[in-house]
């Protein structure tokens, strides 16, 4: 099989995987709530990574010393508040709004890197930006009830907004340690603190769940701990390795349409022309976005080449 196959392959894998989350979460949340899930799904996450890092030295977490500081923000923004906001956003709206909204984090990169980073905002970047964030106005308003029937809650939209948000600011932070580590070791690294972060959440509360939980919901968290959160990140890297980011940014983008999707036929969510239309204003805005910002960055390393080879 040649290699651009056996990528594609994988981020197909990928986007299957973080699609069906959303809908993994909907089905847990039926039996815990948000708090005890997230828990849960990273108590299998980091006991699959310890297990790995036994076997494979790649994935041993490290002290990444003089980064302390970076590994403390990542692995805060990336565990307990990325999926608590998201996972509890979740519990107040349907699980198609939450992908979307989710979806909008490159976009959220692109503000953010424009505002700390001071980035060039161009016309079609701004405008990309405005129209994911128009497609998140007409979720809010017009968002799909979930299969139960209860309504899209602008709380659960405005807290699923900070996974993206948390999801940015992890990036432009990320970015800085990123060319001096390998990725897999800094995920396994943010994923172990990140949980270690979780346990001032436990209760005696969330010791029932757990014990009254039944197979179905068992499945589900371990799917999510085991699947989209460590297979998804180690496929991912590995896909990295393989080819450049750009080739494969067409998968990442597929995740909220698989998401959407999958809601709709596994949980019954019902696909109305307005999620149809904010989806598309949302996974248009981003590639709009991301596309621009790619072109900028290739301009700007030519014009650096040209530059250093001047003088």
């Given amino acids: 099989m040649p ?3 056996v990528v594609y392959l ?22 815990m709530s948000p708090a005890t ?23 041993r977490p490290a002290r990444f010393k003089g980064d302390e500081w970076r590994i403390g923000v990542l692995a ?4 307990p508040v990325y999926h608590l906001a998201i996972t509890w956003g979740e ?10 909204i989710v979806g909008t984090a490159p976009v959220m990169v692109a503000v953010l890197s424009a505002l700390v980073l001071r980035e060039s905002v161009s ?16 979720l809010a308003m017009k968002g799909s009830p979930a299969a139960d029937g209860r309504p899209t809650q602008l709380s659960g939209v405005l807290v699923a907004l900070l996974s993206p948000a948390s999801w940015a600011v992890y990036t432009v932070v990320g970015r800085s340690i990123l060319p001096r580590v390998k990725a897999m070791r800094l995920t396994a690294t943010t994923f172990l603190v990140g949980g270690v972060m979780l346990l001032p959440f436990v209760r005696a509360e969330t010791l029932r769940e757990i014990a009254a939980l039944p197979a179905e919901a068992w499945a589900w968290t371990i799917f999510l701990g085991l699947g989209s959160s460590v297979a998804g990140y180690l496929i991912f890297n590995l896909a990295l390795s393989m080819v450049e980011a750009a080739k494969i940014a067409v998968f990442i983008y597929m995740v909220p349409v698989v998401a959407v999707l999958s809601a709709a036929l596994l949980l019954g ?18 590639v709009i976005t991301e596309r621009d910002q790619r072109r900028a960055r290739l301009e700007s390393a030519r014009r650096a080449g040209r530059e250093s080879s001047a003088v």
């Avoid at 016309?123 to 007409?138: K, M, N």
């Avoid at 239309?277 to 981003?286: C, D, N, P, T, Y």
Wanted: charged share 10%.
């Fill in 37 to 59: 899930l997230t828990i849960l799904r990273f108590a299998v996450a980091d006991a699959a990574i310890l297990l790995l890092a036994l076997v494979w030295r790649g994935a």
């Fill in 10 to 31: 994988l981020m197909l894998s990928v986007s299957l995987l973080w699609g069906l989350a959303f809908v993994g979460i909907k089905e847990a949340l039926d039996h």
């Fill in 91 to 100: 519990h107040r709206t349907s699980a198609s709004v939450a992908a979307l």
């Fill in 269 to 286: 969510e019902p696909l109305t022309a307005w999620v149809a239309l904010a989806a598309a204003m949302v996974v248009g805005g981003v």
């Fill in 76 to 79: 805060l923004l990336g565990i």
């Fill in 123 to 138: 016309t079609r970047r701004a405008a990309g930006i405005a129209l994911a964030f128009a497609g998140v106005v007409v």
């Fill in 3 to 5: 290699p651009n196959a």
